[in-house]
């Protein structure tokens, strides 16, 4: 027994892995592949009978959940954190499985560091779309380190330090975007561990274009509240970040992935605009009267983002106009080994 295995068992007993669920019955696999004595938390957004029945037949204890807003990821998220009894709390979606240890690995990794990014291994159905996916989402998430999830495990005691709260709840997509940009204003590093893998179904058809237009909804949702920013100038911004991003990824992944790409840009964009006309998630009523854009020339590409110094400072702003405040810390990058990277 290792030097750590004491205080990793208790670790492990304090670990409740979250996972939000509406309608997806790849959850069966999902909890066959838990491999530790953990709490389970799931989160229902929506449920349908056929979850609710392929639950109830569970032989392991689960603690369940409820929202009635569903579609919700960041509000499923808070309301599994405030089920959780665990101080690591572990994000996961239910059409992944755990490899063998992982969770292991990524509490053992919490012992050191408040938050932990696994690595996310894509599958691949034999047609074009599949495989086209699978390239553009290691692209769109892999080439760099942050906390978006799955998977990541995170010490619920950083909270008070990113604006004392988990997930924002008015942002039905991007949460775990939003989430990282606090982590960076607080100065707390990301600690990758790429040998801790999950395995994502294979996406098939066009459930990945879906998925870039509900990624466009957080988007403006979260520029209108002021905790992303806005391009001043956003047509001839949105062109010059796409064909920058575009290009990176031909040299990266080759020309079918960068033109499948585009049309994810495109779903990304217009369901930006969809909720600007639209309001599709009767969010705007719900607004603190504190919202307001936080326009910049050099606004936050939508990948590979890391903030830079004067987005920091516009983001500290807002978010303490907001009555979240977030203190600039220094930057811990260094003791973790935590890089990011844009294009």
Known sequence: MGDDEPELSRALAATSVIIALRDDVRIAECLNSIDEDVEVVLALNGATAQIRALLAARPEPLTITEIADAGNLGAAYNAGAEAAA?????????DCTFAPGVIRSMVRAALTDPVVKGQVVYGEADELLSRLTARVREYDE????????????????????????HFNPLIHWCEDREFDFRLQLAGIAVRSLPEARIFHDAQRGFQNVRSYFRYGIGEG????????TTPAVPVLWRCFEASRTLLHCARRKGIGAAAYYAVLKAALHTGTLHHLLRDPYRVRARYPATARRVRMVHAIPQHCCELSPE????????????????????????DTGSTRQDP
């Not at 665990?86 to 239910?94: A, E, I």
């Open 142 to 165: 892999g080439d760099y380190i942050s906390a978006l999830s799955p998977p990541l495990v995170y010490d619920r005691g950083i909270v008070e330090r990113i604006g004392g709260y």
């Open 311 to 334: 987005q920091k400072r516009r983001l500290r702003e807002s978010h303490a106009r907001h009555g979240t405040p977030i203190a600039a810390a220094g930057d811990q990058s260094g």
């Open 221 to 228: 949702i979260a520029q209108e509240l002021g905790v992303f």
């Open 86 to 94: 665990g101080r690591y709390l572990l994000l996961m979606d239910s």
